[in-house]
């Protein structure tokens, strides 16, 4: 007979339904913070100077960083063995399609010229390709602190040990993810891509969207999706060709003989020196697909109370 006294691990507690105000108050700060530095362009200038001249020191690092910022990179490592907690994905997507339309209409209404436009060449420290144009706000640092948000209402939603095993949603685990988030941000600067005006201003967005996406409406029904065989077996298919599209390095390309074509090469984030991250990320999404896919054949998963 079933133990009645234990709870499924995916009933939603009752913080599920309430809004994180420490979140959502955080990200209005950064915003506001953002624009205020956006403002003084004297301080934003020294603040990019103090951060950009650690670039040359470890360019591989805050090579990593910056495409670990990615949208592509955020969603692999975050849903590739979420299969369980099909909300995480479901707030991701809402995260990045919402996010990616509000940082573009902001580059377009409110153009900010990249420091690599602004200060010149031999006034910065650049790693990568150089980027010239829409530097306000850092879509990598929105990325990073939305998914900090999602997982700290993960953890308001199942507790300390999550539903994958706790390791993101633990003490340590969000930590982790806060410092990664963190140095996302500090890699825009060190890499000479944005402002620190943007990075604040991306940041508290990312927050504000991650705070929000709980009670989004289309995040519901995503999950409802995502925790049925057809969702499972869609986000097996994503995964795959996020694998593919992230393996895009200048080696990979050379060696397939892709990179005579101007589509792969518009793959290519910019950052050779991180390619062997790109390559494990990739990897990554090959298991997630793997385990998606057969989450799919198990059958529904309980979310008939969603």
């Known amino acids: 007979m079933p133990d009645a006294s234990r709870t499924p691990p995916t009933s939603p507690s009752p913080q599920a339904v309430t809004w994180d105000w420490r979140v959502l108050a955080a990200g209005a700060l950064a915003i506001a913070a953002g624009l205020g530095l956006h403002s003084d362009a004297a301080c934003n200038e020294a603040l990019f100077h103090a951060v950009n001249r650690f670039g040359p020191d470890a360019p591989a690092t805050w090579s990593a960083l910056s495409v670990a910022g990615l949208a ?8 590739a063995f979420a299969d369980e907690v099909p909300e995480r994905v479901a707030q991701l997507l809402w995260g990045i399609v919402l996010g990616g339309l509000t ?5 377009h209404h409110l153009p900010s010229p990249r420091p690599f436009l602004a200060l010149g060449a031999e006034h910065l420290n650049v790693v ?3 980027l010239s144009a829409g530097s306000m706000p850092s879509g990598h640092s929105a990325m990073a602190f939305a998914m900090l948000a999602v997982l700290v209402a993960e953890r308001r939603r199942f507790g300390e040990r999550g539903a994958v095993d706790g390791v993101l949603t633990s003490n340590v685990g969000l930590s982790l993810v806060a410092l990664l988030a963190l140095g996302i941000a500090l890699s825009r600067l060190a890499v000479g891509a944005h402002w620190p005006a943007d990075a604040l201003l991306g940041g508290g967005l990312g927050l504000v969207f991650g705070g929000l996406a709980p009670h989004a409406w ?18 097996a298919a994503g995964l795959l060709a996020c694998g593919l599209c992230i393996a895009a390095t200048p080696g990979t390309l050379d060696a397939t003989g892709l990179v005579a074509h101007k589509w792969a090469r518009n793959l290519l984030p910019g950052y050779p020196l991180a390619a062997s991250l790109q390559i494990l990320l990739a990897l990554v999404a090959l298991l997630g697909a ?14 008939g109370n969603l």
């Not at 793997?290 to 979310?303: C, D, E, I, K, L």
């Open 128 to 130: 990568g390709t150089p």
């Open 290 to 303: 793997v385990r998606w896919w057969r989450a799919s054949r198990r059958g529904p998963a309980g979310f």
């Open 72 to 79: 592509l990179s955020a969603f692999i490592y975050l849903t």
């Open 103 to 107: 940082a573009s209409w902001i580059k």
């Open 218 to 235: 289309p995040v519901a029904a995503t999950t409802r999706l995502l925790s049925r065989p057809p969702g499972q077996r869609l986000m």
